[in-house]
């Protein structure tokens, strides 16, 4: 066990010998989750929200910052449409896969619910149905890309139920792909945090969810195209725009009333807040109450930032046109690697060191786990 200073130097000499084949797999599973924090909650007060339930979590730990009523059942409404465009992803190789709409794709959403007028024999790029699902919010773009992925609507919450069961998710229950009510169709606010917290770790959700507009090029029915913006209004230049806003998802029905999820990040900290049983302005009150209060009492430090992102190796060696070369040895956005701390604690008492292929951290006497090493290959 060694200290990690801010150069790598002999301490992962030894180490690097005992990496194997695996160690591209067992990185690639752990790069989503490179972040550690303490066990520490701010001493001050959480703040009210008018909204029936609510919570805020670090979006690289899932550290709980803030909770009301998060494991009570709601009726999600358009959140929804977060877990069903990490689905699509998940199980559509390519983006530029056609989708073929039927008629039953379009005319099974209610009427007069929101839809950006897709018609029936429609061939539109996956890519371009995510963002009408996202940014749009489009109804009839669920259905669409549910066909496509699963062959039917009923087969495609299957796998949104399988997703969500296995990311830790056990009193969420998904119907509809596009959160339309239905009484068996319901989540908590913990749970909307656990599959938002997993959808930002995908690059392609990530880059669609945190865009505010796109443009859809014309089709075989619609040959102007259409313009999409992003109904999130804190993402916009709104009275409800706030610092470091990245994305999110709307949602509002009569049963369900607004529903709002928002990710934020300033500086090293990301933070996601969801909440339920709201009204659609009240929901951005609440969301700007909940994010002050993460970023005022909550810091997540980089204690690796500046080291090297490769290790030269004296021993083994491979050999390249009968010459032997040192093995370099990939370390990944060690960078990247944080700790969540409250304000209050001090850097200063935060420890880091390597042992085999992982770096660990300890705050005080307080062990706060292990996060992988290496990048895979």
Not at 54 to 72: E, P, Q, V, W
Not at 223 to 242: I, Q
Not at 243 to 269: D, M, P, Q
Request: net charge positive.
């Amino acid at each position: 066990m060694r200290k990690l200073g801010k150069t790598v130097g002999c301490a992962l000499l030894a180490v690097s010998m005992m990496f194997g084949s695996s160690v591209g797999t067992f990185a690639a599973e752990e790069k989503a989750n490179r972040g550690l924090a303490t066990k520490e909650t701010s001493k001050m007060r959480m703040p009210a929200i008018s909204a029936g339930c609510g919570i805020l979590i670090d979006a690289k730990t899932g550290k709980i910052l803030y909770s009301k009523n998060i494991d009570k059942k709601s009726y999600p409404a358009s959140i929804t449409k977060i877990l069903t465009t990490l689905v699509a992803i998940d199980h559509n190789k390519y983006l530029n896969e056609t989708v073929h709409f039927t008629d039953n794709a379009i005319n099974s959403i209610e009427p007069g619910s929101t839809a950006i007028g897709i018609e029936p024999d429609e061939n539109i790029p996956l890519e371009d149905v995510l963002y009408a699902i996202m940014l749009e919010s489009a109804n009839e773009a669920c259905n669409g890309v549910a066909e496509h992925t699963a062959g039917s609507l009923k087969k495609f919450a299957n796998l949104m139920n399988q997703k969500a069961q296995e990311l830790g998710c056990s009193n969420s229950h998904f119907v509809t792909t596009n959160g339309l009510h239905n009484k068996e169709h319901y989540v908590t606010a913990r749970d909307m945090a656990t599959i938002t917290k997993a959808a930002l770790n995908n690059p392609t959700f990530r880059k669609i969810s945190c865009s505010s507009n796109h443009y859809m090029a014309g089709t075989n029915k619609e040959k102007k195209g259409r313009e999409m913006w992003n109904h999130h209004k804190m993402v916009k230049r709104t009275a409800y725009l706030y610092r470091g806003i990245e994305g999110g998802k709307t949602g509002y029905t009569t049963v369900a009333g607004g529903t709002l999820v928002t990710f934020c990040k300033r500086n090293n900290t990301e933070l996601i807040s969801v909440v339920l049983r709201g009204s659609t302005m009240e929901n951005y009150k609440d969301t700007t109450i909940l994010m002050n209060y993460g970023f005022n009492n909550y810091k997540s430090v980089t204690p690796l930032k500046g080291l090297n992102r490769t290790l030269k190796v004296v021993t083994p060696v491979t050999q390249t046109a009968n010459k032997l070369v040192p093995y370099v040895m990939p370390l990944g956005d060690v960078s990247d690697i944080s700790v969540l701390l409250t304000k209050n604690q001090k850097e200063k008492n935060l420890k880091v060191y390597t042992e085999k292929d992982k770096v660990y951290a300890k705050y005080g006497a307080e062990k706060l786990g292990a996060v992988s090493l290496c990048e895979s290959k």
